[in-house]
């Protein structure tokens, strides 16, 4: 059974990091791109990162270029989204995405406030 499990997100100052993983059970991260996307109170979902399969390049949305970093472990067959200098405006439920397998996380609150 496919699933994708979120966790890592809490609440954290402006400026602060987290690191929120994704852990996946019923086929391999590295044989699929994997996407983060997040989505804020009262807005649509929106594309953060993206790994593509072989190579693992990768793709930030411009909101998060320069400040998010997208990755993967193979053998822990999990992908995590490192997050540095948070902003009040990243405050959102951040979701784990695998296009191919049309398999969504639940989600896991991300808070930044002071």
């Known amino acids: 059974q496919v699933q994708l499990v979120e966790s890592g997100g809490g609440l954290v100052q402006p400026g602060g990091s987290l690191r929120l993983s994704c852990a996946a059970f019923?086929?391999?991260?590295?044989?699929?791109?994997m996407r983060w996307y997040r989505q804020a109170p009262g807005k649509g979902r929106e594309l953060v990162a993206h790994?593509?399969?072989?190579?693992?390049?990768?793709n930030y949305g411009d909101s998060v270029k320069g400040r998010f970093t997208i990755s993967r472990d193979n053998a822990k067959n999990t992908v995590y989204l490192q997050m540095n200098s948070l902003k009040s405006e990243d405050t959102a439920v951040y979701y784990c995405?695998?296009?191919?397998?049309?398999?969504w996380g639940k989600g896991t609150l991300v808070t930044v406030s002071s």
């Open positions: 790994i593509t399969s072989s190579g693992g390049s990768t």
């Open positions: 995405n695998a296009p191919g397998k049309n398999s």
């Open positions: 019923g086929f391999t991260v590295s044989h699929n791109v």
